[in-house]
């Protein structure tokens, strides 16, 4: 059976290319265009695996979704997908043990990554 | 009430007591001042206990007797220095010599006061280093805020800039790699939102140069008698073609000319940003009505719409830079979340008021009183 992934971001371009290019990696996507409305599908269904857009109604909401995620499906792996880094010089190290705490994602990655590198990063996470 | 902690490290009793009586009831205030200031004297009859207090209560000023049984007053004062402290410290020495005197000002003292003094010496001194050392912290306090509300807008509208490139540069690797074949169509839907990706992005960059117009431009406004029901007219006749497009009719309610001091460029940013925001977020087949009036001390103007309205948690957020308010009936709508912000820059210029009263689902309306005297 095929793995569903969860992507969330509310640049809806953004989202619809992401889609795009993890059914063509041959999974199965649900999208959501913000932070609440991700909220309402977990409460329904259990992902694979999600990719998150951290800016998204807040700053921070992809920090936020990321720990709502792991408090509901702690064996769900979840990706931030996010341009912050390179705008803001801001980092965040999740090898870090202070921010292992409350950083809840288990990977960052560029937005602008490319398809073969997701890919990838996808299957490593996903054990496949 | 401020208070400020004063730590005398001094081996003489006579000296630390004195020093006790003289600045419990003294009071230090300035005009601009909320409040006034008064201090609490701890005290230290070696350096080391000196240093002691000072880790542990981090006093604001320090008087510095040189000569202790322990280490000596100039040690304490290089501790405070390694330790970038923010502290003032004065020097209280009855044999100041020239060599100490050059060493301990290299060292970040801030004045010597002569052993003995007077109440009176001491309290003036006393006066000079608090109202010294208030202005010094009211400054970094600022700076600081300043700095930081900076690097949140830069933050912010990097990202804002950058996000339709890469939606647009998506949407044009997807074309050269021919991923849904050689045929053209196939394309269609994302060469249309890389134009209106390229639009948003285009009104971004307008609403920027706005901003940085009001910014750069805030001590020199360009005062002169304008006609608003012109400029109001002038805005409508703007906004119409867009207005047609999204079926929705623009009255301008007032007739009579009314005037008063302003900047032309403003009034008309004002309206612009409100008309068009009317028009935005409205309903097919919706009206916007807009109103002047004049009062005797003030022009109030009113732009009021029959579209989807706000919770009033929504309108708390209104006027913050970047922020648009993101919901299911405003997800297809494009804009640089900068629009209302610029407003509020405008009127706050003027000195006036913004109302808002919203009612989802029924309409909202923006009420904007500019004051006349100012």
């Known amino acids: 059976m095929k793995k569903t992934v969860l992507i969330v971001d509310d640049d809806m371009d953004y989202l619809f290319q992401m889609r795009l290019k993890v059914e063509q990696f041959g999974f199965e996507t649900i999208t959501a265009e913000g932070q609440k409305e991700a909220e309402m599908i977990i409460e329904t269904m259990k992902p694979d695996l999600a990719i998150l857009d951290l800016m998204m109604e807040n700053e921070d909401s992809g920090f936020i979704l990321a720990y709502k995620i792991k408090r509901k499906y702690p064996d769900v792996p979840i990706i931030i997908a996010t341009a912050v880094t390179a705008e803001t010089g801001m980092t965040f190290d999740i090898n870090s043990d202070e921010n292992k705490q409350w950083i809840k994602a288990d990977l960052f990655l560029d937005k602008g990554i490319r398809a073969d590198q997701l890919q990838k990063e996808i299957n490593k996470l996903l054990k496949i | 009430m401020a208070e400020y902690k004063i730590l005398v490290v001094d081996d003489e009793p006579g000296i630390r007591m004195g020093t006790k009586r003289i600045l419990q009831n003294f009071k230090v205030d300035y005009p601009f001042m909320d409040e006034h200031i008064e201090f609490v004297v701890l005290e230290a009859a070696t350096g080391e206990e ?53 060493k301990a000002t290299r060292d970040g003292a801030y004045d010597f006061i002569p052993k003995p003094f007077t109440p009176q010496e001491l309290r003036s001194s006393m006066e000079n280093i608090t109202k ?232 909202t309306s923006f009420i904007i009183k500019l004051p006349l005297n100012n």
């Not at chain 2, 542990?56 to 304490?76: A, T």
């Not at chain 2, 405070?80 to 020239?98: F, H, P």
């Not at chain 2, 700076?143 to 933050?155: A, C, T, V, Y």
């Not at chain 2, 169509?185 to 920027?208: F, H, K, P, V």
């Open chain 2, 132 to 363: 010294q050392l208030f202005l010094k912290r009211m400054t970094q306090k600022m700076n600081k805020e300043g700095k930081l509300i900076r690097f949140q807008f830069l933050s912010v509208l990097s990202h804002e800039l950058k996000a339709p490139i890469n939606a647009i540069e998506g949407y044009i690797k997807m074309m050269k790699d021919r991923q849904f074949g050689e045929d053209m169509t196939a394309y269609q839907e994302m060469i249309d939102r890389s134009l209106e990706r390229i639009n948003g992005m285009r009104s971004l960059i307008m609403d920027l140069l706005d901003l940085t117009k009001i910014e750069s431009g805030k001590p020199v406004q360009h005062l002169e008698a304008v006609n608003i029901t012109k400029i109001a007219q002038i805005s409508v006749d703007t906004m119409r073609p867009y207005a047609i497009q999204k079926d929705v009719d623009i009255y301008l309610n007032t007739k009579e000319n009314v005037t008063m001091e302003a900047d032309p460029n403003e009034i008309e940013i004002i309206f612009n940003n409100l008309i068009s925001n009317a028009v935005k977020y409205n309903k097919n087949g919706g009206r916007v009505d807009v109103f002047i009036e004049s009062k005797k001390d003030e022009v109030v103007l009113q732009v009021s719409d029959s579209g989807i309205g706000m919770t009033d948690e929504e309108k708390g957020k209104l006027f913050q830079d970047f922020v648009r308010i993101k919901n299911q009936k405003t997800r297809n709508i494009a804009g640089s979340g900068l629009g209302l912000s610029i407003l509020k820059k405008i009127v706050d210029m003027y000195k006036g008021e913004i109302e808002i009263q919203s009612i989802p689902d029924k309409g």
């Open chain 2, 50 to 102: 000196g240093i002691e207090i000072i880790d542990r209560e981090m006093p604001d000023i320090i008087l510095l007797d040189n000569k202790l049984p322990g280490i000596q007053g100039v040690e304490v004062l290089e501790y405070v220095k390694k330790k970038l402290y923010d502290i003032v410290v004065v020097m209280i020495t009855s044999y100041a010599s020239l060599e100490l005197a050059v």
